[in-house]
C-alpha cells in the first residue's frame, strides 16, 4: 500500500488498506483519509477560456493573482494603444505593430493561464503527497528481529 502511495495510486493504496483488519497503528489509520478525493484542482481548458474572454481571469482562477492582473493590463494596455492608432494613424503602420503586439500578448495570456492552472495541479498534488510522505516516516517499518529470534529459541541465546 506504500508503494501505491508512492505512485500517487491513493485509491488503490487506500482501498489496499482498508481490506486488511491488522491495522492497529494510528499513522496507517491515518493514511486511509487520502484516497485522493481531496487535492485541490483547477480545470485547464477553463483557465484557458476564462483568459481567452477576459485577460488575466485564468490566472487568477489558478491562484496567481498578481499575474492575472499584469497580463490584464499588458492586454488591455496594448489593446487601447492599437485603438488609438486606428483612429489617428494614416499609415497604419503603427496599427499594424501594436495589433501584432496585442494579438501577441493576448495568446501568451492565454496560453500562460494554461500553464498556471497545470502548475496549481502540480503543486497541489505535491503538498498532498508531502502529507502522506510525513505519515509514512512515522511509520516504523523496521523489524524487529530480537523478537523474532527470542520466539524461535524459546528466549535461550
Given amino acids: 500500500a506504500l508503494s501505491y502511495f508512492k505512485e500517487n495510486k491513493f485509491q488503490t493504496a487506500t482501498s489496499y488498506l482498508s481490506e486488511y483488519n491488522f491495522l492497529n497503528d494510528n499513522d496507517i489509520r491515518a493514511l486511509l483519509k487520502y484516497n485522493s478525493k481531496i487535492i485541490a484542482k483547477r480545470n485547464r481548458s477553463l483557465a484557458t477560456l476564462l483568459s481567452a474572454i477576459i485577460p488575466g481571469s485564468g490566472q487568477i482562477y489558478a491562484g496567481r493573482f498578481g499575474d492575472g492582473i499584469y497580463s ?86
Fill in 72 to 157: 490584464f493590463l499588458t492586454v488591455i494596455g496594448s489593446g487601447l494603444i492599437t485603438k488609438y492608432y486606428l483612429k489617428n494613424d494614416d499609415s497604419k503602420i503603427k496599427f499594424g505593430i501594436f495589433s501584432f503586439l496585442t494579438l501577441f500578448f493576448w495568446s501568451g495570456n492565454i496560453y500562460g493561464a494554461n500553464i498556471a492552472a497545470r502548475d496549481y495541479n502540480n503543486f497541489q498534488l505535491l503538498k498532498y503527497q508531502n502529507e502522506i510522505d510525513n505519515i509514512i516516516n512515522k511509520i516504523n517499518l523496521v523489524p524487529n528481529y530480537n523478537q523474532k529470534y527470542e520466539k524461535l529459541s524459546g528466549g535461550k541465546e
